[in-house]
């Protein structure tokens, strides 16, 4: 199956296909197939938010180093030579074993717990508006607006480390901004991935793909550490950059939905197998149906929608009591 603008969709796919898609077709001649994008759609969805989770893992790393009650700063996964390890040792581990004011303060903790709550708070409430606008924008631009404003106020957070800023209310600031555009991620690559895959198999390519929350975590804590020998700031600075690079690729290659390629909708790959009493009785009516956006009471009268709900409300609370927590916990409870 080939991108073919001939099509009905051709000429909204002139507008809406990405330009990366477009450089390939244009320059190597290049022939997309439906798998093919099918597999391009959950491997960029899979790094996008990945990336998500590895910006958000930052701030638990580096708490044990803004309130050092008692901490050993950074962990180096891979060796480094000894001149760049003494010079950094020389210039900058007195700063990190000493804190960084306020948080250092007695009152640090607090400080630390009120930056996480705002921060949640204002991704909870971005969520909602995130899904709403997912419905009736293009997901893939987006996708990409909040991967570079997440990347964009993630930097910003470890700016005040060069920039010797030690005002709460600029890393409360920053970190509410962040939170707003962390907030688009979850529902925008749902929202693609649900356009491409039917009911048929969508359990197990759910569940294999959202380990991107696993290996967010994981590459997360991983970056966060090992640069927190060279300074905290950079800790954030490079997750930042990451994830607008990832942004950017996003916005390049990720064709949103079948149409925006030029695939026509009713292909028979992307229409569930239906046998006997499956084949819907009403098929314009459904598709009618499907098309329209569904408002937040509405989507809490859709069946399994409210235990879904409470479900995920407290498998998140525990989820995220360790994501934020746990590495700050057991850097000050250690043994010494």
């Not at 987006?142 to 930097?155: D, H, K, Q, S």
């Not at 649900?194 to 569940?207: A, D, E, P, S, T």
């Not at 009713?266 to 006997?276: C, I, K, Q, V, W």
Request: aromatic letters at 16%; charged letters at 10%; hydrophobic letters at 45%.
């Amino acid at each position: 199956m080939k991108l073919h603008p001939s099509s009905e969709f051709g000429v909204q796919a002139i507008y809406r296909k990405p330009f990366g898609l477009c450089f390939l077709v244009s320059i190597w001649n290049a022939t997309f197939n439906f798998r093919t994008c099918q597999t391009l759609v959950l491997v960029l969805t899979f790094f996008s938010y990945a990336s998500y989770h590895a910006t958000r893992k930052t701030t638990s790393i580096v708490k044990s180093v803004l309130d050092p009650k008692k901490a050993e700063s950074g962990f180096i996964p891979w060796p480094i030579p000894n001149s760049i390890h003494l010079f950094y040792s020389q210039h900058w581990k007195p700063l990190q074993t000493s804190g960084w004011a306020p948080f250092n303060s007695p009152s640090g903790t607090e400080m630390l717990g009120v930056i996480d709550v705002a921060f949640l708070s204002v991704y909870s409430l971005g969520m909602f508006f995130a899904g709403h606008l997912g419905d009736r924008l293009n997901l893939r631009l987006l996708l990409t607006i909040g991967m570079v404003g997440t990347g964009f106020f993630t930097a910003l957070f470890g700016v005040g480390y060069w920039l010797n800023v030690h005002s709460f209310y600029y890393y409360l600031l920053v970190q509410i901004f962040a939170g707003l555009f962390q907030s688009t991620g979850w529902p925008s690559v749902v929202a693609v991935v649900v356009k491409w895959f039917g009911k048929r198999k969508r359990g197990l390519i759910m569940g294999i793909w959202n380990a991107h929350t696993s290996v967010g975590n994981i590459s997360g804590s991983l970056i966060a550490s090992a640069l927190l020998t060279y300074g905290w700031g950079w800790s954030f600075a490079v997750p930042g950059l990451l994830i607008s690079a990832v942004g950017l690729t996003v916005f390049l290659f990720l064709p949103e939905s079948p149409e925006a390629v030029g695939i026509d909708k009713n292909d028979a790959l992307l229409m569930p197998s239906r046998t006997g009493n499956d084949e819907p009785l009403l098929e314009g009516k459904e598709e009618k149906i499907k098309d329209q956006a569904v408002g937040f009471i509405e989507a809490w009268g859709i069946p399994g929608v409210a235990p879904f709900a409470f479900c995920l409300f407290f498998s998140k609370l525990v989820a995220y009591t360790f994501l934020y927590w746990l590495p700050f916990y057991i850097s000050h409870t250690g043994t010494r």
